[in-house]
């Protein structure tokens, strides 16, 4: 006993624990929420130097007719020169104009430098409703107004080259030159080179930015960190397609300084603005994509040389430029986006290496996207996204292999794999462990336990680690080339239905995962059963998850709380049951023990408690066999528990021995009681002097029929009832999986009475009779306080049932008891609702008549602990 109390007190400290810890986080995040309306201002920290403007907002090409501050430095030039050309320095994102700071020393001498903050970024208003480069453009415009600025250089860098191209388009006649700095420009040569499949990233990076600035307390810090949401927005607004026709008109002097090694913005983009603005003078750095920082004094110095041309008249008008880039730039034969090579190809190959260690069947179809716009060689694209996830598969083994079986306790592989699969999983190996590798990488939710238990079992690793690469170089390249073919398809027919581009690469995503998991398995037998049972898991209603046939149940078991003033009013409708009236954690030695006055009408019982060893257990489970004249089978399950978890039936003192060493808890062992097995619902209201039955679930145990030659694995798979409980089938009865059931044998594959282990239940309310009733009433009234529950009996036969004789009672369940019958095939799911809907009705009239007589139903909070609280205990599994 002692031990099943100290089991109770870790549960309850874990579960307030748990409830500490919800609270703690829902209170943070409403302060933080609270915090940040308050406190945070809704402007950026000013740099020294720093004023700001109030600026007309924008949305696209119109303005709201609001205002949002503008941040900026004026710095005039160091000559003293009042009358010094204007250079204004625009940055990128998702940094603000302190990046363009190292340029300072080698251009300010002669030049007034104006340095603004963005919109969304810096010291300027943070919450805008447009971060594009557009709108951006007219913010630069309108800050040229207030400064009185007529015109002026422009010098834009990354995607700050975006917002200086659309100044050049908005008014030309105030642009004296423009500067790309490792600038965006035209959109083929962006990431992906098509907006639609860019914009599917960037609308992945803003949800994924700003799901964690709304779920995350952080007061304030992701708002203020470099990588937040103005900086995703930044990218989700901005549409570069227009880029191009503007460069193409645009006349005046140009600068175009790139680095040869930029990940970001490849030297191709470069060349190809210098192709389509002949006038340019193209300059290729060694570096990267951070030459403001690493190369300042090189690029500041290009770029004076520049203004001074410029300032002098001598810089190239398109009208200056050469024939031979007049007629390059007119021949509409774009610069060839090159493969990428060295380390930009690294970069991406790096990219897809982590990406595998994430989601290895989206990489890959990324991975084929890349491949299909020229982004990368097919070869490096495989190469990658193989290593990848053969390195993922090493970690598997190994993470099975160094965390051994006390992983199987823990989530995730506690819900993918079980201390029972692992000795079938072993003999697979042995029989057939490279086909087993191989298979496990074409079926889907297999992958994962396959390679764990492998390593859980300490499979060779040399053998197997030859199988993983095999199984990964054979599966990585076909998924590659179905994304890249369907791509190719698909981005061919991109600009025709433009409209509709963002749902279609949704649409070919979904179809790639969906070829994945769906059509792959249809080459096989198995396959195509296991799609079969999903299927039927699906349609038919009474195996939906309880998040999706719940909701209704629950919003009308509010609605009666709500109505009778007390939300958990029905933990009274059984004043004599323990855990709120059999709600939850209710003891069965308790209420076993309150129908000790039926009699032999019980299934003998005795209880083995937790704080005896395994070795006490056994010597009183013997005596309690011998007291009571028993022989195997015997039914053994733990005192607290719900939808037969734990319960076994043990046929020999091995099977005995093992439960009893296995299992923490105080167990019940029970006398095997054969016969048929019912759920009769009983009910009485306590003014009443007759209870009645509300229902009675007819239970069927789910068996297969041997033919002689085919094994038990197959057998399920083609039966259609035991197909949809396959998992669960395969998981119980995995030792026997291989074994061939005789010719005309019956194999009972579900041998208690709970829908979720596999029984049929059948509506057997035409059973009902008042001999069954009167019956139910005699045990019903030896248990004080009781009025409302589900009997679990076992009788002979169906006239025994109907004439009320020679039944056995081996489990009676509370409030929480479920009208059992609703999962009858032939009833839909509107009658499943109408009648728990009718039987909590029921069971909030009986506690509301109890609550006036004196009873008095769980208060509020401790409900909320024993709801958490089945959410922290672990159900014991036999």
Request: with cysteine.
């Amino acid at each position: 006993m002692r031990a099943q109390m100290n089991k109770q007190q870790r549960e309850t400290r874990r579960l307030h624990w748990r409830l500490g810890l919800t609270i703690v986080f829902v209170v943070a995040l409403v302060a933080s929420f609270l915090w940040r309306q308050a406190m945070l201002p809704p402007e950026g920290p000013l740099l020294p130097g720093q004023v700001r403007i109030a600026v007309p907002e924008w949305k696209g090409d119109r303005a709201t007719g609001d205002k949002i501050e503008l941040a900026y430095r004026d710095l005039p030039a160091l000559n003293g020169d009042a009358e010094a050309p204007a250079l204004i320095l625009v940055h990128g994102s998702p940094m603000a104009s302190q990046a363009m700071d190292q340029l300072i020393p080698a251009l300010n001498e002669d030049y007034r430098l104006i340095l603004p903050d963005l919109p969304g970024f810096g010291g300027s208003t943070r919450d805008v409703p447009d971060y594009s480069i557009r709108a951006h453009a007219h913010a630069v415009l309108d800050l040229m107004d207030a400064l009185e600025i007529e015109r002026a250089n422009l010098l834009g860098y990354s995607q700050g080259s975006g917002v200086i191209i659309n100044v050049a388009d908005l008014a030309p006649e105030r642009v004296e030159s423009l500067t790309l700095l490792s600038g965006i420009g035209v959109q083929e040569y962006e990431l992906m080179g098509d907006y639609t499949l860019n914009h599917g990233l960037y609308g992945m990076q803003l949800l994924v930015l700003t799901a964690a600035r709304e779920v995350l307390p952080h007061f304030g810090a992701l708002d203020r960190s470099m990588l937040n949401v103005p900086y995703a927005r930044n990218f989700w607004d901005s549409d570069q397609r227009p880029l191009r026709g503007v460069l193409e008109k645009y006349d005046g002097p140009m600068l175009i300084v790139q680095g040869r090694q930029d990940y970001f913005v490849p030297s191709t983009t470069a060349r190809e603005h210098a192709r389509i603005v002949p006038q340019s003078e193209l300059v290729l750095l060694d570096g990267g994509h951070l030459l403001p920082f690493k190369k300042a004094k090189e690029v500041g110095g290009h770029v004076h040389d520049f203004l001074k041309k410029v300032e002098k008249g001598t810089a190239k008008l398109r009208k200056d430029a050469s024939p031979e880039r007049l007629l390059q730039a007119a021949s509409g034969q774009p610069v060839a986006r090159r493969e990428a090579g060295g380390r930009t190809l690294a970069f991406y190959c790096g990219l897809l290496l982590v990406g595998t260690q994430v989601a290895e069947d989206l990489t890959c179809i990324s991975a084929g996207f890349f491949v299909a716009r020229g982004v990368v060689p097919f070869w490096a694209a495989t190469a990658a996204c193989t290593f990848g996830i053969f390195v993922g598969d090493i970690f598997l083994y190994l993470a099975g292999r160094f965390l051994g079986r006390k992983a199987l306790r823990h989530a995730p592989i506690k819900w993918m794999l079980k201390e029972r699969d692992l000795s079938s999983m072993q003999e697979w190996f042995q029989q057939r462990g490279p086909m087993l590798i191989v298979i496990s990488r074409f079926m889907p939710g297999t992958r994962i336990p396959v390679y764990f238990g492998s390593g859980m079992l300490h499979m060779p690793m040399g053998k197997f680690v030859v199988y993983f690469f095999l199984a990964s170089a054979a599966w990585t390249p076909c998924l590659i080339g179905l994304a890249w073919w369907m791509g190719d398809a698909f981005i061919g027919y991109f600009e025709r239905f433009e409209k509709y581009a963002i749902v279609g690469l949704l649409g070919v995503v979904v179809l790639l995962m969906m070829i994945i998991h769906l059509v792959v398995p249809l080459f096989t037998w198995r396959g195509r059963r296991r799609l079969y049972g999903r299927w039927r898991r699906w349609v038919r209603w009474e195996y939906w998850p309880a998040w999706l046939f719940y909701p209704p149940v629950a919003l009308y078991v509010l609605w009666l709380g709500f109505k009778n003033r007390h939300l958990a009013l029905f933990t009274a409708v059984n004043p004599g049951m323990s855990g709120g009236s059999g709600f939850t954690g209710e003891s069965k030695v308790d209420i076993l023990d309150k129908l000790s006055g039926a009699g032999e009408a019980v299934a003998a019982w005795t209880a083995l408690e937790a704080d005896a060893s395994a070795e006490e257990k056994e010597e009183r489970l013997r005596a309690f066999m011998e007291r009571e004249g028993l022989d195997f089978p015997v039914v053994l399950k733990p005192d607290i528990g719900e939808r037969g978890s734990g319960v076994a039936i043990v046929r020999d003192w091995e099977a005995a021995r093992a439960y009893l060493d296995k299992c923490p808890d105080t167990v019940i062992a029970q006398r095997y009681v054969s016969g048929n097995e019912y759920g009769v619902f009983y009910v009485r209201y306590p003014w009443e002097e007759k209870g009645r039955i509300f229902g009675i679930t007819d239970k069927r145990f789910t068996a297969v029929t041997g033919d002689g030659k085919t094994p038990l694995e197959e057998l399920i798979l083609g039966d259609n009832r035991a197909i949809c409980m396959r998992a669960f089938f395969e998981q119980k009865h995995s030792e026997h999986l291989s074994d061939v059931v005789p010719a005309g044998e019956r194999y009972v594959l579900a041998e208690l009475g709970t829908h979720c282990r596999g029984a049929l239940f059948l509506d057997g309310s035409d059973l009902a009779s008042e001999p069954l009733r009167a019956w139910m009433q005699q045990v019903s009234d030896t248990f004080d306080g009781f009025y409302f529950g589900r009997y679990d009996v076992r009788v002979p036969t169906e006239e025994d049932l109907r004439a009320g004789r020679n039944l056995t009672v081996i489990e009676l369940n509370g409030v929480s008891s479920e009208a059992t019958w609703i999962y009858d095939p032939k009833h839909s799911v509107l009658f499943a609702w109408r009648t728990l809907f009718e039987q909590w009705r029921i069971a909030f009239k009986i506690a509301a008549w109890n609550r006036e007589h004196g009873e008095r139903p769980m208060g509020h909070r401790a409900t909320v602990r024993a709801i958490l609280g089945r959410g922290v205990r672990e159900p014991f599994e036999a």
